[in-house]
């Protein structure tokens, strides 16, 4: 069965520094997400892109997050300068963007620990 | 605003308990209601929905109900296993202007044998 694959499964880094977050959504899909869940909190949506841009952001998502698909399969979440608070769950999802279904697909997340 | 409310967890029951576990919503419009499950070192995996009020979503013995009335969509299971042990979540999709979903915060199970 396709699946959305998040590499790495736990990033640490330190305060300031840049991390990129990668994931493999599946081929067929169309739309494309990042959420994000700190511990103990609810699940938040950050941002979804569709057809090469931005559709949807949330007031989370701040000038020092960034999204791209640099090529046919990848979907990855920059964070320019990290901080204490961006420590979190980050889940990517996607979906065939039926308005009916809107099934979205998740990855297994990647943990972000800032020090 | 749009939002889903769970019930705190974690919830532990022994082995063929019933489980419920409640969700209700706040929402603009007519959502989509579903339901996620998370089992450890694994992503979301859909465990059911329902498009419209009245539908029942039912998946591996789970149900939930679409109640406009009471905005609810609570999980149910008449008998559950140690292999439901996992963080079941609420979701909402509007079907008009955005694709996003509005989580509620998870409710984790445990069932002991």
């Known amino acids: 069965e396709p699946e959305v694959t998040q590499t790495p499964s736990h990033q640490v880094t330190q305060m300031g520094q840049e991390v990129i977050l990668r994931c493999v959504p599946i081929?067929?899909?169309?739309?494309f997400y990042w959420y994000r869940q700190i511990l103990g909190q609810k699940v938040e949506f950050l941002v979804s892109f569709y057809n090469n841009e931005i559709s949807e952001k949330s007031e989370i998502f701040d000038d020092q997050f960034s999204v791209e698909r640099p090529d046919g399969s990848n979907f990855t979440l920059k964070i320019r300068s990290t901080k204490l608070e961006d420590s979190a769950m980050y889940f990517c999802a996607s979906s065939e963007g039926l308005v009916d279904e809107n099934i979205q697909y998740f990855g297994a997340g990647t943990r972000l620990s800032v020090l | 605003g749009d939002s889903v409310t769970q019930m705190e967890g974690p919830v532990t029951l022994s082995e063929e308990a019933f489980l419920t576990i409640n969700c209700t919503y706040t929402a603009t419009g007519y959502p989509s209601l579903f339901w996620y499950v998370q089992y450890p070192g694994e992503g979301l995996q859909l465990l059911l929905k329902a498009t419209k009020a009245d539908d029942k979503g039912s998946n591996k013995g789970f149900e939930a109900t679409y109640r406009k009335e009471t905005t609810s969509f609570h999980l149910e299971k008449g008998s559950v296993q140690v292999s439901d042990s996992a963080v079941y979540f609420c979701?909402?999709?509007?079907?008009?202007?955005?694709?996003?979903?509005?989580f509620g915060t998870g409710t984790r199970l445990k069932v002991l044998a």
């Open positions: 979701a909402l999709s509007l079907t008009s202007g955005t694709y996003k979903y509005i």
């Open positions: 081929s067929n899909h169309l739309y």
